[in-house]
C-alpha cells in the first residue's frame, strides 16, 4: 500500500534495522477478530457451538481470530450479543485492565464500544460502568454496543472530559482512556487513514491527549488504576505523553502489565529517557498478528481506603432508603400506583434480583439505574441504568435492551429455537412466525425469544403465531 513519505522517514529513524520487517507487514492480509461476551459465554462453550472456523488469539483469553468469508455479523449469535468483532490488537487494552465486579469503572473515550463492552462484561452486572464518548452520533452507536452486551449497569454519556471531572472527582476504581490518535498504527486496517493522516496530526493529537489524561487523572481515586492506549506509532502521543504525566504529577507511576512473546517495550529514548517508560508496551504489526498499538498501564498512590468506606456506606444507605420507602420510593422515581401494580404484574414473571421499589419513570419508560451513581446533575447522559421497557396506559411493553440482558432462565415463558432454524432469522427482520410445535410455558402472552438458548427478544403469542417485538432498528437487513 502507499504509506505517506513523512510517515515511511519517522518510522525509519524510530526502528532502524526493522524497518524493512514493518514495512512488508503492509502487504499481508489484515486480521479479523472476535472477541467473547464472557457475561453471557465462556470461550471454550462458544468454540464449541461457533458455526465457523476460529483460531484463538494468543494474548486475548477471549480472543479469536475468523476468516472474513464467515461473515459472523450476519450470525444470529452476534444478535444475541455472545461477541464482538473487534480488531485483535484493538482487544489488548481492555484486556489488560485489571477490572473486577463492584468496581466503579470509565471508558472515557468509548464509542463505539469495544473496549467498553469487555469492561461491563467482567463486571458481571456488579458495581459500574460510566462510558463516555465526545461525539453525539458515535455515542448512539456505543449505547447500542451495549445493550447488545446486554450490560444492566451503565451509565452513557456525551460530555467533555472536564466536566464529567467536575462531577466525578476521584470517584473510579478504574479508567481506560483509548486516547484519540492520529491512527498510524491502522493504516493497514483502513487506508482511509493514511490517505488523511499528515505530519502535524501527531503533534495536534497530542495536544488533546494531554488535556484528556490530566482529567483522567481528576477523577481517579487513590490507589486506582488507570490504561492509556493509543493505535498510533507517534512518540508525541506515546511516551511523550506519559513522560509528561510522570513529571507533572509525582502521585502517578507505571505499573508492568501482563505480557506477551511479541510485546515490545516502551522507548525512553523516545521521550525523555526516563527508563520506567520501558514498562509502556508496543505492538508492532510486524512482531504480531494484529495492527498497532501503545499501552501504559498506571496507579495513582495512596490507598483511598476511607474514601471507599464512605461511598460503600453510602450505597448502603441508599439501598435500605429505596426498601424501606416502598411506596413512598416509587412515587419519588416518578411511579404513580397504577404503574407500580402493572410493573409487579409483569415483574413477577421476571426472576433477575430486580425491585420495582428501585426503578425510576421518566416520561413513561422504566429503568432499574444503579445506586453507585447517586446524584449527578448538569450530566447529559443517553442512558442512565437498564432500560426496561414503557408504560402505555394500562399495560408494560419490555425493551429489546432487557431482553438481552435477561438470561433464557429468568423469564417465565421462552421460544427457544436452534440457530439453524430458518424462523430466527425471520425473527430478526420483523417478521411474524409460527411456534405452534415449539413448546412454552404458556400459550398467550410475553414470550422471551432465544436462538439456542441464548435471549434475542421479545414476541407476543397466541394461538400458536408469535407476533414480533424485535426492535426495528437493530432487525437483520436483506
Not at 88 to 100: D, E, F, G, Q, W
Not at 148 to 165: D, K, Q, Y
Not at 167 to 192: H, N, T, W, Y
Amino acid at each position: 500500500m502507499n504509506l505517506p513519505d513523512a510517515f515511511t522517514k519517522k518510522m525509519k529513524v524510530i526502528l532502524g534495522n526493522e524497518y524493512e520487517d514493518f514495512f512488508m507487514s503492509y502487504e499481508e492480509p489484515r486480521k479479523f477478530g472476535l472477541r467473547v461476551n464472557t457475561a453471557k459465554i465462556s470461550p471454550d462453550k462458544f468454540e464449541h457451538i461457533a458455526p465457523f472456523g476460529l483460531k484463538k488469539i494468543p494474548w486475548i483469553p477471549n480472543g479469536f481470530y475468523y476468516q472474513e468469508g464467515d461473515m459472523p455479523s450476519r450470525h444470529p449469535f452476534y444478535y444475541a450479543g455472545l461477541y464482538y468483532l473487534q480488531e485483535p490488537s484493538a482487544m489488548t487494552p481492555a484486556s489488560r485492565l485489571p477490572v473486577a465486579p463492584g468496581e466503579r469503572v470509565l471508558d472515557l473515550c468509548a464509542a463505539p464500544g469495544g473496549k467498553a463492552t469487555e469492561l461491563g462484561a467482567r463486571l458481571k452486572g456488579e458495581g459500574l460502568l460510566v462510558a463516555n464518548d465526545i461525539s453525539a452520533s458515535r455515542a448512539r452507536a456505543l449505547l447500542k454496543n451495549i445493550e447488545v452486551f446486554g450490560i444492566p449497569n451503565s451509565f452513557l454519556i456525551n460530555e467533555v472530559p472536564a466536566r464529567i471531572a467536575d462531577q466525578f472527582e476521584e470517584f473510579f476504581d478504574k479508567i481506560l482512556v483509548d486516547a484519540p490518535c492520529s491512527g498510524e498504527g491502522m493504516f493497514r486496517k483502513d487506508p482511509d487513514v493514511a490517505k488523511a493522516w499528515d505530519q502535524e496530526k501527531p503533534a495536534a493529537c497530542a495536544r488533546i491527549q494531554q488535556d484528556i489524561v490530566r482529567q483522567a487523572v481528576r477523577m481517579l481515586r487513590p490507589g486506582g488504576v488507570m490504561l492509556y492506549s493509543t493505535c498510533t506509532f507517534s512518540p508525541e502521543e506515546n511516551e511523550q505523553i506519559i513522560a509528561g504525566l510522570l513529571r507533572e504529577d509525582e502521585r502517578m507511576s507505571l505499573l508492568e502489565m501482563e505480557g506477551y512473546e511479541g510485546f515490545a517495550q516502551g522507548r525512553p529514548d523516545l521521550a525523555d529517557g526516563n527508563e520506567e517508560l520501558k514498562k509502556c508496551v508496543r505492538i508492532w504489526p510486524h512482531r504480531m498478528a494484529g495492527e498497532g498499538h501503545f499501552m501504559a498501564l498506571l496507579k495513582k498512590q495512596g490507598s483511598g481506603e476511607q474514601q471507599q468506606i464512605q461511598m460503600a456506606k453510602a450505597a448502603v444507605s441508599r439501598k435500605k432508603a429505596a426498601k424501606a420507602g416502598g411506596r413512598e420510593s416509587g412515587r419519588r422515581a416518578g411511579m404513580t400506583r397504577q404503574d407500580r401494580e402493572i410493573l409487579g404484574e409483569f415483574f413477577q414473571d421476571v426472576h433477575m434480583g430486580l425491585s420495582v421499589d428501585q426503578f425510576e419513570v421518566r416520561k413513561g419508560q422504566v429503568y432499574s439505574v444503579s445506586p453507585l451513581l447517586g446524584e449527578r446533575k448538569g450530566i447529559p447522559f443517553l442512558r442512565n441504568g437498564l432500560y426496561l421497557g414503557e408504560l402505555k396506559k394500562d399495560r408494560f411493553e419490555p425493551s429489546q435492551a432487557f431482553a438481552v440482558a435477561l438470561r433464557k432462565r429468568e423469564y417465565v415463558s421462552t421460544v427457544n429455537l436452534n440457530w439453524t432454524d430458518s424462523r430466527v432469522s425471520k425473527y430478526l427482520k420483523g417478521e411474524t412466525i409460527a411456534v405452534d410445535d415449539v413448546p412454552v410455558t404458556r400459550a398467550r402472552g410475553w414470550q422471551l425469544v432465544c436462538v439456542n438458548g441464548y435471549p434475542l427478544g421479545w414476541g407476543k403469542l397466541s394461538n400458536g403465531l408469535l407476533k414480533n417485538k424485535y426492535l426495528a432498528s437493530w432487525r437483520m437487513k436483506n
